[in-house]
């Protein structure tokens, strides 16, 4: 799932390509990524990118009409091209669930919004102001943002019994963080995952805010210019523990270890993280406290 700097990244790229073109033609190919009715998604066309920004996990494409605004969930993703087909697409029969062309003073460009696998999570939405969409209205701070400080961070975390690594998952809570972050934050906190939030005092507070802006920052430049083909493969280069199971810790050596759920997974170092302690998986016995 692209997180808060891969969609950063995204972001900042479509901004710089796609500013000042108009939406030529939108086709939504699967219905079931709609999520909005009214303004349809055909006012779109016509009208002039203004700019584009990041509200968490959420993309908005600002126009001089309605926005669009997509939300790439698990397995969806954003195709970039300079050199866009008119092809007039079939309902569902394809990876593709949206596309939208525009034409500006860079020439012709494409976007498709693509979603791999079965399970369909995608979401567009077009309208009138992003605050309309409901996830961008229940999203918690954004990390980076001025009102997002330590202290900010020790209020959210001491009045919850929530363990950690949902905690900083929740995006009602902070914004942009998921489940590949969590992980590497965590890990250079060197915090277990299961730690119960209120739990952590302050100065260990003050160490997990440093590693969030230190993990998302350095994710951030790397992210920073590069197009939607390189992004995950700059995402992965980077990863300590996140998708690492059986390689070792590059900081003191150890194997990470993996706790498994029904649809996901979580990566630690029990050297780093747990005082040695191997987690126990879910499924088969309690929590680690």
């Known amino acids: 799932m692209p997180e808060l700097p891969e969609v950063a990244g995204l972001a900042g790229f479509l901004d710089e390509h796609l500013r000042g073109s108009r939406v030529q033609k939108v086709q939504i190919v699967s219905f ?19 700019g584009v920004r990041r509200f968490g996990k959420f993309i908005c ?10 939300h790439l969930a698990r397995a969806g993703w954003v195709r970039f091209t300079d050199s866009p087909t008119d092809t007039q697409l079939r309902l569902g029969k394809s990876h593709i669930a949206a596309r939208i062309t525009f034409d500006g003073p860079r020439g012709r460009h494409g976007i498709d ?8 999570s995608l979401a567009v939405y077009v309208v009138r102001d ?45 914004a942009g963080i998921g489940n590949a972050y969590s992980d590497e934050i965590l890990h250079a906190a060197r ?21 969030i802006h230190s993990i998302l920052g350095t994710a951030l430049a790397e992210a920073a ?20 199971t059986g390689e070792a810790c590059p900081v003191c050596g150890d194997t990470v270890r993996e706790v498994s759920f029904a649809d996901t997974a979580l ?14 998986d879910r499924r088969t016995s309690k929590f680690l406290k």
Do not use: N, W
């Not at 494409?61 to 997509?70: A, E």
């Not at 919004?113 to 369909?120: I, S």
């Open 32 to 50: 079931a990524v709609l999520k909005t009715a009214d303004p349809p998604y055909t006012a779109l066309e016509g009208s002039t990118v203004a």
């Open 61 to 70: 494409i600002d126009t001089d009409g309605p926005s669009l605004v997509f």
């Open 113 to 120: 919004l693509t979603e791999a696998g079965t399970k369909k």
């Open 130 to 174: 992003p605050q309309d969409v409901p996830g961008i209205a229940a999203l918690g701070p954004d990390p980076f943002s001025a009102a997002f400080d330590a202290d900010a961070l020790a209020e959210l975390l001491g009045s919850s019994s929530q363990q950690i690594k949902g905690l900083l998952r929740s995006q009602s809570v902070i």
């Open 191 to 211: 915090i277990s995952p299961f730690a119960i939030a209120k739990s952590l005092d302050r100065g260990t507070v003050q160490v997990l805010y440093g590693a």
């Open 225 to 244: 210019g590069k197009p939607p083909s390189e992004l995950k493969d700059v995402k992965r280069s980077h990863m300590r523990v996140h998708a690492r």
């Open 267 to 280: 990566q630690y170092c029990p050297t780093c993280q747990t005082h040695g302690k191997i987690l126990a």
